[in-house]
C-alpha cells in the first residue's frame, strides 16, 4: 500500500510541478518519475532538517517541494 501511496503522491506531485515550472507535458510516467524522485529528494532534506511527513498532506507538500527543486536543480547543472 505504501508503494502505490508513493507513485500516485509522485505522479500528482510531477504533474503539478511540470505546470508550475511550464516544462510542458512528458505524459503520465515521466511525471510520475519526476515525482517519485523528487518525493524522495523532499524526504531526505526534510528528514535531514528533523522534518517528519506524519501525515499524508505533509508527504504530499514535501514530495511536491521536491518534484519543483529537482528539475530546478537539473537545469542548473552545465552539461558537458
Same mark, same amino acid.
Given at each position: 500500500?505504501?508503494? &502505490?501511496?508513493?507513485? /500516485?503522491? $509522485?505522479?500528482?506531485?510531477?504533474? !503539478?510541478?511540470?505546470?508550475?515550472?511550464?516544462?510542458?507535458?512528458?505524459?503520465?510516467?515521466?511525471?510520475? !518519475? !519526476?515525482?517519485?524522485? $523528487?518525493?524522495?529528494?523532499?524526504?531526505?532534506?526534510?528528514? &535531514? &532538517?528533523? @522534518?517528519?511527513?506524519?501525515?499524508?498532506? /505533509?508527504? /504530499?507538500?514535501?514530495?511536491?517541494?521536491?518534484?519543483? /527543486?529537482?528539475? @530546478?536543480? &537539473?537545469?542548473?547543472?552545465?552539461?558537458?
Amino acid at each position: 500500500m505504501e508503494l &502505490l501511496t508513493f507513485l /500516485v503522491i $509522485g505522479a500528482v506531485a510531477g504533474f !503539478v510541478s511540470s505546470k508550475v515550472l511550464k516544462t510542458g507535458d512528458h505524459g503520465l510516467a515521466i511525471n510520475t !518519475v !519526476v515525482g517519485a524522485f $523528487g518525493a524522495y529528494t523532499g524526504t531526505t532534506v526534510a528528514a &535531514l &532538517l528533523g @522534518i517528519a511527513a506524519s501525515t499524508l498532506p /505533509v508527504t /504530499v507538500a514535501i514530495g511536491l517541494f521536491g518534484a519543483l /527543486v529537482l528539475p @530546478i536543480v &537539473l537545469k542548473a547543472i552545465p552539461s558537458a
